[in-house]
């Protein structure tokens, strides 16, 4: 089993919709999470942090399970330039190392 | 500003000629990482180093060498490239602490023919 998983997607969705992704992860002594998003054959850039009490950034809402170990993106108002693919990613107990899922591409179509 | 600098962004090369790709960050770090990213596979991670001298193996260190002598930098060595070693490449900077995020550079396509 992978440490962090992701669906892959796409998620092809129109303009103005709502839009979630999941991601769980394995190992239950996690500490931080965050999404990242990447563009095509461009480095990935903080998105959000995800806390445990849930964070909001305008149209994004993220959340954290921890008793079910897994963390959630909601895109709210979708715009074609969210299209791009999202990439959770979780800090380890007592190290530096952050692990990466393979991200959610997300098609925002007209 | 506060940046993650690699060269070369592009750099096509034959097997068996030692490369060597560089990442700089300007932010007075402590961990620095190496990935590579496939298609399908996502972002790997190669080797990482929590300070200077201190080095470890990520998850596909395999045909990888990697340096930390000064703080800000931390490059990374094809002895002898392969064909397979054929990738996007990202270097990343973090302080370590807590939230603190990874900042990427801009990345190194590398062919390998």
């Known amino acids: 089993r992978k440490e962090v998983e992701q669906d892959p997607g796409p998620f092809n969705v129109p303009e103005g919709a709502t839009v979630a992704f999941n991601c769980t992860y394995s190992?239950?002594?996690?500490?931080?999470f965050f999404w990242y998003r990447q563009d095509c054959r461009k480095e990935p850039k903080l998105l959000m942090s995800?806390?445990?009490s849930g964070n909001e950034d305008g149209r994004f809402t993220a959340q954290l399970n921890r008793a079910s170990q897994y963390i959630s993106l909601l895109i709210r108002d979708s715009k074609l330039s969210d299209s791009a693919t999202y990439l959770c990613v979780v800090k380890g107990d007592s190290s530096y190392k952050l692990i990466f899922g393979s991200g959610t591409r997300l098609l925002v179509r007209p | 500003e506060a940046q993650v600098t690699q060269n070369p962004r592009y750099l096509i090369t034959v097997t068996g000629k030692k490369l060597t790709v560089t990442c700089s960050q300007n932010m007075n770090h402590e961990y620095m990482s190496w990935y590579r990213q496939d298609p399908g596979l996502g972002l790997r991670q190669i080797y990482y180093?929590?300070?200077?001298?201190?080095?470890d193996k990520g998850d596909v260190p395999e045909g990888y060498k990697v340096s930390r002598k000064e703080k800000r930098n931390f490059p990374l060595i094809l002895e002898s490239p392969s064909p397979n070693q054929t990738s996007l490449y990202f270097c990343?900077?973090?302080?370590?602490?807590?939230?603190?995020?990874?900042?990427f550079g801009n990345g190194t396509r590398l062919t390998v023919t």
């Open positions: 990343a900077s973090s302080s370590g602490q807590g939230y603190s995020p990874l900042h």
């Open positions: 190992n239950s002594a996690s500490q931080s």
């Open positions: 180093s929590m300070n200077v001298e201190v080095t």
């Open positions: 995800v806390y445990s």
